[in-house]
């Protein structure tokens, strides 16, 4: 019996394609790509025409064995990798390294979208050629990437710290990080005021019945937004006099209802997900990091629960929206159902579709919790997007005093049809007022001045960072996940107490310099340009060397000017008055990797280094009884506290200490754990306490 072999790039993938072809086909993984730059060296020839020198990784080889034996042992080969750049480029090298482009080993390429016998079947059918313009895009991307890293990076260790390295879309990103804190630490808040009123029907106006029927609302809010027809903006009330003025305006006045108006308002439904979307809706329900949901999505994908998960297309195939269209009109009813067809901004691979269930009844998932939430996730959004809107039912009220005149201003709005809302819920807000009517006299209760401030800009979270590349053009579905995971291994950016990204100190020296030295690489504009000309090669619009050239060319004559130009110390020291307790010489703040600290500055001569006050906790050493707990950080960024005596010292702590009190029992230092109890640090010793709760007042 003849047997076919069939190569796909990760070992589930294969496992589930198999359980759908059979004995008639072998299929076996890559396990990735076959064959990369070599880590050791740049690997591209600048002067050849970015010719790229690709070696087999060490780990690819005994895999790359077995492939080698399969082609020969099977009468023909199929390449079934993913269908979008990455996937056509491990194709490509995988045909080079099989030697599958000669007439005795033929080869054939096939591409689907959701793993589903019926789509497996319709891809074999119609095979086609590999797509060299997506191969020459990839390729375009990671010489380019290449360049950067490996031109760049030596370029920081030089004039910042070894160990440093550059990125061409990273970069941009951590820029966004340190920009946006800098508009946090100028902004200067502004005091301004609102005034509410609460207000109740008169009991004249209320009919026998209501004014019975204590269920029936008769009370309501309402804002103040006029004065004499002129609208108040947010900064109108500017302090706590002009509000009281307003107020005693108001002493006299009568409160009447001056317009109601009353409408129908429709909520549409959220369109289909998108890599993008999909990292940013996981990052708002459950906290997922965008690296992790691409884990879980692509585990989904693997298995056959849902469609190819990089994209950045909303297309959806015939056969799921008739799939979606039968499922809500049998399971909600016809009223619940509603075309929908979605449009993605930009150059979208409309070929694609998005993110969606592989089949339209909701299944049970073989996967672990945090897989099995993703998919409902998708699952929910899917279907919801071809739902009708929620109706509400809105209605505001426009309260007038008199003279002189004011205008409040009451909403309120209530479900009428939830629509979509039946299967995706959002948050929404239900008021009801009470029944109101041009003219009405109302009771006014209390009027409530409250003072606020205004805010600075956000720090960017996952999902409002990926949304900001996103928007601005900057990198593409696939990069998202590993450029924000990237930063925070380099130390350019880390999250705080409340998983909100802030720059690390090394992260705004190393952006400072990018930006002062390098504008082009940090450049928002620029780095879009440049994925607007990587989609033209994949469309090919344009040739992927010329591309190359355009950049290399100014890139490299300013690298070698900055070489020279750059001084170290101006990025890396910091005078001080203090003078090193070793040696008498001043002390410097020097730039280390991992953030500031003091150092000699006869170094190498002296090697004396002390951390700064802000990292000093003013606990002394338990062990030497000279040194000082201090706030450190290892390699890979984890927080401990340990002696500043060290090599001396070796004390060391992962949880927090405690200045304020001693353990009751021993004497020992207490700590704080993650879990904010407060136990002993001693290793005999056992107690341990839950954290104190204060009482609300």
């Known amino acids: 019996m003849s047997t076919t072999l069939l190569i796909v790039e990760s ?33 591209v020839d600048v002067e050849k025409n970015f010719q790229p020198k690709y070696v087999i990784p060490a780990k690819a080889r005994k895999n790359l064995k077995i492939l080698i034996e399969a082609v020969k042992k099977t009468d023909s080969t199929i390449l079934a990798t993913d269908q979008d750049r990455e996937g056509e480029a491990i194709s490509w090298h995988l045909i080079k390294a099989l030697k599958l482009d000669g007439d005795k080993e033929p080869y054939q390429r096939i591409v689907f979208h959701e ?17 060299m313009n997506l191969v020459d895009a990839q390729q375009a991307r990671r010489i380019l990437d290449r360049i950067v890293g490996y031109k760049l990076s030596p370029f920081l260790w030089k004039k910042v710290a070894r160990g440093l390295s550059a990125g061409r879309v ?46 029936q609302k008769t009370e309501f809010e309402a804002a103040l937004i006029k004065k004499n027809e002129e609208v108040l903006d947010k900064l109108a009330i500017k302090n706590i006099k002009e509000s009281e003025k307003i107020i005693k305006d108001l002493d006299e006045a009568k409160y009447a209802v001056g317009n109601v108006e009353k409408k129908e308002t429709g909520k549409n439904p959220f369109p289909p997900f998108t890599t993008s979307t999909l990292q940013q809706e996981a990052w708002r329900k459950f906290k997922f990091p965008a690296k992790f949901t691409m884990r ?100 505001t009220v426009d309260i007038e005093t008199g003279n002189p005149k004011y205008t409040f201003r009451a909403t309120g709005q209530t479900l009428k049809f ?72 380099r130390n350019y950016i880390e999250k705080n107490e409340r998983k909100f990204f802030k720059p690390t100190e090394i992260g705004i020296v190393v952006n400072d310099l990018l930006v002062k030295h390098f504008p082009e690489i940090v450049d928002i504009k620029f780095t879009a340009s440049m994925e607007e000309d990587l989609d033209k090669i994949a469309d090919g619009e344009k040739k992927w060397v010329k591309v190359l050239e355009e950049f290399y060319g100014p890139f490299e004559k300013n690298l070698e000017k900055k070489y020279k130009d750059v001084s170290k110390k101006e990025y890396t020291e910091e005078p001080t008055n203090k003078k090193c307790p070793k ?100 290793k005999e010793c056992d107690y341990i306490r839950e954290p104190t709760i204060k009482a609300s007042s």
């Open 11 to 43: 070992p589930t993938k294969a496992k589930t394609l198999q359980g759908f072809l059979g004995p008639k086909y072998k299929v076996l993984s890559s396990y990735g790509h076959v064959r990369d730059l070599p880590k050791s060296e740049l690997g």
């Open 296 to 395: 879980l999505a692509q585990n989904l994908y693997e298995k056959g629960f849902i469609t190819y998960h990089r994209t950045d297309s909303f297309n959806l195939s015939d056969l799921a929206l008739g799939a979606a269209k039968k499922f809500i009109t049998e399971n909600y009813g016809k009223n619940y159902y509603q075309f929908r067809k979605y449009k993605a901004k930009g150059r979208a691979q409309e070929a694609h579709e998005a993110i969606r269930p592989a089949y339209p009844e909701k299944i049970a998932v073989e996967t672990d919790e945090a897989g099995a939430k993703l998919y409902d996730l998708i699952w929910k959004r899917f279907m919801a997007c071809q739902m009708s809107q929620a109706i509400f039912d809105s209605t």
């Open 583 to 682: 040696c008498g010489a001043p002390l410097l703040i020097r730039m280390g990797r991992y953030g500031k600290f003091y150092a000699c500055s006869k170094f190498p001569e002296c090697k004396y280094t002390e951390s700064l006050p802000e990292n000093v906790l003013n606990i002394k050493c338990p062990k030497c009884g000279e040194g000082q707990i201090v706030e450190k950080r290892t390699a890979k960024r984890k927080i401990f506290y340990g002696c500043n005596q060290y090599p001396k010292c070796d004390f060391a702590l992962w949880d927090k200490p405690l200045p304020a009190e001693k353990c009751p029992k021993c004497g020992s230092l207490l700590v704080e754990t993650k879990r904010k109890q407060i136990k002993c640090s001693g």
């Open 115 to 131: 793993i589903t016998k019926q789509a497996i079947e319709e891809a074999l059918k119609n095979p086609g050629k590999l797509n």
């Open 170 to 215: 990273q970069s941009v990103a951590v820029r966004l990080v340190v920009e946006r804190e800098r508009e946090i630490e100028k902004f200067k808040p502004e005091e301004y005021w609102t005034i509410s009123a609460a207000l109740r029907k008169l009991k004249e106006n209320c009919s026998p019945q209501l004014a019975e029927n204590s269920s």
């Open 418 to 489: 939830d629509g979509f809302l039946k299967v995706y819920p959002i948050k929404y807000e239900e008021t009801e007022l009470p029944s109101l009517e041009n003219n009405e006299l109302l009771e006014l209760l209390k009027l409530t001045p409250l003072q606020h401030f205004t805010q600075p800009p956000a720090r960017y979270s996952e999902a409002s960072l990926i949304k900001a590349l996103e928007s601005e053009g900057v990198g593409r579905p696939s990069t998202y996940a590993p450029t924000i995971s990237t930063i925070q291994e």
